[in-house]
C-alpha cells in the first residue's frame, strides 16, 4: 500500500482520527507530498495535522470537510494555506476523502488530496469566482444537459448538483411561461449566441421565483457550440417589488377615478401628464381632451398671469383659488394645492396636485354674506308653511304661509305648543312621545325625511299634509325646522286619477266588448258550392275599425255582397258600421237592386253622417246564381277588380255614384255583367293600395293585380293570404294606419 501510495503522481496525506479526539495525526505521507512541503516521508509521521496549516483556521475549514465527509451533495474541498519544513506558506487545494476501515469503532483514517495553487492559475481563480460568484451559474452541453452547476445555482433551486447534473433545465420550468418563449429564446441562442431575459422557475420544494438569466454559446477551435454557460441573478423580490408597485399605483388610479376631487400631473412647463376621471365632472373635459394641454389653457383671463408666477417659482401652493373656463363656457371655482417633484440633482421633474370644485361653497359664502337680509324675504314668500319649534315643543317662528294654512296670525302662534295648535288631538301623545324619544335617544323615526300627516286649521278642520322636520342642535339645545306642504289638492288630483283609471278600465271593456260584437257581425264562415265560393278578413288599425263587409242569400238564387269603409278607424267609425248593416238587413226582404239600396241607405243615414262629420264608401253587388251574371253599384268606394283567367286581365268594376253622407239626393249607376267559369272578383278597402312603406311609397293597385294574377288558380282564403303575406313583406310590419278589408268571390 506504502509503494502504491509513494508511486502517485500527485500529492497525498493520509490521516487518522482517534475516537474522542478532534484533531488528526498524519500517518502516510506520499514522495509527492513530502517533496511539496519538503519534509523527508519520516518526519511528519504521527504529527497533528494543524502543524501543516499557516494559520490557525486551517485545522477548522479541515474539521467542517469532514462533517460533510458523509453527504454526497456537498462540496469536501477547500482552500487554505500550509507550511512548508522551510516556514514558506503555500496556498493550496484541499480535498477530503473517507478510508473504509474495520476499526471504524476505534479510529477514522481519511485522504487528504493537496493541490498546490499556483501564482497567476487562471484556472484556479476562474475556479474560486465561480463557486464563490452570488450568482446562480450552470453549464450545459449542446444538447441541453447540465454538465456544472455553482453553490449558489444549488441554493437557488434547492437540488443538490448530484440531483441536477445530467438533467435538462427543463427540470426547473415552472408551467406559466408558454412554450413559444422558450422556442423563441432557443432560436435566439442558436443564431446569435447569446440570449438574455427574465425567466419563471419553480425550486424543488415547488416555490415559484423569477430569475435575469443570461445564456451565450462556448464555442471550440472550430466555431462549433459545445456547452452553454447560464448565469442567473435571483429577481424575485425585485418582481413582487415591482407587483406590488403595480398594485399600489393601480389602487392609486382607482382611488384617483373614484375621487371626487380633479387630481393631476403637469411635466415642469406646465403641461398635464395625466388627470384623473373627475375633471369631467368639474371641468366638462375628458382625461383625452386635458392631456397635452398646459394648464393656463382652462384659466380665465384674470387668472393666467397671477398662476404662471406660482409655476415659476418651483414652490408648492396651498388653497390656491383658481378660476377656470368650464368646456360650457361656465366660470368655475376650485381650491388647487400643488407640490413641485424635485429629483436628487434639484431638479424640477414635475407637479403634482389636486383641485377641489368650491363653485358651490363659494357661492353658498356669498349667498352667505346676504342670508341675513334675504333670510326673512324668503320664508315669508315660501309656498310651503315654514315652522320652528323649540326643544320643549313651543313655536318661535311662523311665516305668512302658515298663517294662511292653519288660520293663526304669527303673533298668535308664536309662543303656543305645536301639538295643541295644529296636530289633531289623536296624533298629539304621539307627537310628544317622539319629541321625548329623540331628545333622550337621538332617534327620531320622521325627521330628515318627507311624510305624510294629517293636520288641523284654527277651524277643526283635518286635511292631509306633507312634512319635513329637521333637527339643528344649537349649543346644547335642539331647534326643529318644519316644512309643511298643503297636498289636499294633490290628494284630490289622485282621486280623480284613480278614478280616471277605473272609466279607462270600464272604457277598455267595453271596447273589447264592441270588439267583440263587431266580429260577429262579418260573415262567421266563408260559403261554397258547386257554383262559387266567397270569403272575406278584415284587418282593423284599432281595437274596432270602420270597415264592413258582408255576403248573404237574398233568395235560394240571389247572392248579396257588399264592402264598405266608415272614414276614420275607432269607435264612431265602428258604430256607423254596425248602423249600416243594420240599415242593409233590413233590405233583405225587399226585391231592391244595388242601386235601389245604395239610395236607401244615403237617405237612411244622411242626416246622422251629416252632423257627425263622417261618410261612407260602400260597393253593392248582386250575383244571379243561375245565369252567373252579376249586378253592382258603387258609393265612392274603391273599384273591385275582375279577373278573368283565360285573357288573364283585371277589369275594374266602375260605376257612378257619390260616397254616402255627402249630399241627400244622389244618381247611382248600375251595371250588369256575365262572369265565365274560374272568374275571380277582389274586393278591397283604400287601407290596402294606400298602406306605406318605410320609404313611403304605397303598395298601390298594381301590385294588388300581380299578387291576384300569381294566385288566381288557388282558393279564396289562400289569395286573402297571399295579398296579406306580400302587404306584411312590402311595409316590413304587421299593424297598419288604416283598416285593412279584403273579399274575394269566386266564381266555379
Not at 210 to 223: D, F, H, L, M, P
Not at 417 to 426: C, G, M, S, V
Amino acid at each position: 500500500m506504502q509503494h502504491f501510495i509513494d508511486n502517485l503522481n500527485f500529492n497525498l496525506i493520509i490521516l487518522r482520527t482517534e475516537h474522542g479526539d478532534a484533531a488528526p495525526t498524519i500517518v502516510q505521507i506520499n514522495h509527492a507530498a513530502a517533496n511539496l512541503l519538503g519534509y523527508s516521508e519520516n518526519d511528519p509521521i504521527n504529527q497533528p495535522l494543524e502543524r501543516l496549516f499557516a494559520t490557525p483556521n486551517g485545522l477548522s475549514l479541515w474539521q467542517e470537510a469532514i462533517a460533510k465527509i458523509t453527504d454526497t451533495n456537498s462540496e469536501n474541498s477547500f482552500e487554505a494555506e500550509l507550511i512548508t519544513k522551510r516556514n514558506i506558506s503555500i496556498p493550496t487545494l484541499l480535498s477530503v476523502s473517507a478510508i473504509p476501515s474495520e476499526a471504524a469503532n476505534k479510529f477514522t483514517d481519511s485522504i487528504l488530496l493537496i493541490q498546490a495553487i499556483k501564482p497567476g492559475n487562471d484556472l484556479f481563480a476562474m475556479r474560486r469566482v465561480v463557486e464563490q460568484s452570488a450568482s446562480a451559474m450552470m453549464i450545459t452541453d449542446r444538447t441541453g444537459r447540465i454538465a456544472y452547476v455553482n453553490p449558489k445555482f444549488t441554493e437557488l433551486t434547492g437540488y443538490s448538483s448530484c440531483e441536477l447534473l445530467g438533467q435538462n433545465p427543463k427540470l426547473l420550468q415552472s408551467g406559466k411561461m408558454s412554450s413559444k418563449h422558450y422556442q423563441a429564446m432557443w432560436n435566439t441562442l442558436i443564431t446569435t449566441g447569446e440570449w438574455q431575459g427574465e425567466i419563471q422557475n419553480k425550486n424543488k420544494n415547488g416555490n415559484v421565483y423569477w430569475v435575469y438569466e443570461s445564456i451565450s454559446a462556448i464555442k471550440n477551435t472550430t466555431g462549433e457550440i459545445t456547452h452553454f454557460l447560464a448565469v442567473e441573478e435571483d429577481i424575485t423580490h425585485r418582481k413582487e417589488v415591482e407587483s406590488a408597485l403595480m398594485e399600489s399605483e393601480k389602487r392609486f388610479r382607482q382611488m384617483a377615478e373614484m375621487a371626487g376631487e380633479w387630481l393631476w400631473e403637469q411635466d415642469p412647463k406646465g403641461y398635464y401628464l395625466y388627470s384623473s376621471i373627475a375633471v369631467k365632472q368639474i371641468l366638462g373635459f375628458s382625461q383625452e381632451e386635458i392631456i397635452g394641454k398646459h394648464y393656463t389653457e382652462l384659466l380665465t383671463a384674470q387668472d393666467k398671469k397671477t398662476q404662471t408666477l406660482f409655476a415659476a417659482s418651483h414652490q408648492p401652493f396651498y388653497a390656491l383659488i383658481n378660476h377656470y373656463q368650464h368646456k360650457n363656457g361656465q366660470q368655475v371655482l376650485t381650491e388647487s394645492t400643488g407640490l413641485p417633484i424635485i429629483n436628487a440633482e434639484g431638479e424640477l421633474v414635475k407637479w403634482r396636485g389636486v383641485d377641489r370644485d368650491i363653485t358651490a361653497r363659494m357661492q353658498f359664502q356669498d349667498a352667505l354674506i346676504d342670508s341675513e337680509k334675504r333670510t326673512r324675504l324668503i320664508i315669508e314668500s315660501s309656498i310651503n308653511a315654514i315652522v320652528l319649534m323649540d326643544s320643549y315643543g313651543i313655536i318661535t317662528d311662523w311665516n305668512h304661509r302658515a298663517e294662511k294654512m292653519f288660520g293663526w296670525l304669527h303673533a298668535e302662534a308664536v309662543g303656543q305648543r305645536l301639538d295643541e295648535l295644529i296636530i289633531p288631538e289623536r296624533f298629539q301623545k304621539a307627537h310628544r312621545q317622539g319629541l321625548y324619544d329623540f331628545l333622550q335617544t337621538g332617534d327620531g323615526p320622521i325627521l330628515n325625511r318627507q311624510t305624510e300627516q294629517v293636520a288641523m286649521r284654527r277651524d277643526g278642520t283635518e286635511f292631509p299634509v306633507e312634512l319635513s322636520v329637521s333637527p339643528l342642535k344649537l349649543g346644547n339645545v335642539y331647534i326643529f325646522s318644519g316644512f309643511i306642504h298643503d297636498i289636499s289638492g294633490r290628494k284630490a288630483a289622485e282621486q280623480q286619477i284613480r278614478q280616471a283609471q277605473v272609466n279607462l278600465a270600464i272604457a277598455q271593456n267595453e271596447i273589447k266588448i264592441a270588439q267583440q260584437i263587431q266580429a260577429t257581425l262579418s260573415p262567421s264562415a266563408a260559403i261554397k258550392s258547386n257554383k262559387f265560393e266567397i270569403t272575406g278578413f278584415c284587418l282593423p288599425a284599432n281595437k274596432v275599425g270602420g270597415d264592413y263587409y258582408d255576403y248573404f242569400f237574398r233568395n235560394e238564387t240571389q247572392l248579396d255582397i257588399v264592402i264598405a269603409d266608415v272614414s276614420g278607424h275607432a269607435i264612431g267609425p265602428a258604430l256607423f258600421m254596425v248602423e249600416t248593416r243594420s240599415a242593409i238587413r233590413a233590405q233583405n226582404n225587399h226585391s231592391a237592386t244595388p242601386a235601389e239600396t245604395l239610395s236607401v241607405l244615403n237617405s237612411f243615414l244622411f242626416d246622422d253622417l251629416n252632423n257627425s262629420d263622417y261618410f261612407i264608401t260602400l260597393f253593392y253587388l248582386q250575383f244571379d246564381i243561375n245565369q252567373q251574371q252579376i249586378t253592382f253599384a258603387n258609393a265612392g268606394h274603391p273599384t273591385p277588380l275582375l279577373l278573368n283567367q283565360v285573357n288573364d286581365r283585371c277589369k275594374e268594376l266602375d260605376a257612378e255614384g257619390l260616397i254616402l253622407g255627402i249630399r241627400k239626393e244622389v244618381f247611382f249607376e248600375e251595371k250588369t255583367l256575365t262572369l265565365a267559369q274560374g272568374d275571380v272578383i277582389l274586393f278591397y278597402t283604400d287601407g290596402l293600395i294606400e298602406a306605406e312603406n318605410t320609404n313611403q311609397e304605397f303598395f298601390g293597385l298594381e301590385r294588388v293585380k300581380s299578387v291576384l294574377r300569381q294566385t288566381a288558380q288557388q282558393t279564396p282564403q289562400e289569395i286573402i293570404e297571399a295579398l296579406l303575406l306580400a302587404l306584411q313583406q312590402f311595409g316590413d310590419r304587421t299593424a297598419f294606419d288604416d283598416d285593412i278589408t279584403l273579399m274575394v268571390f269566386k266564381c266555379r
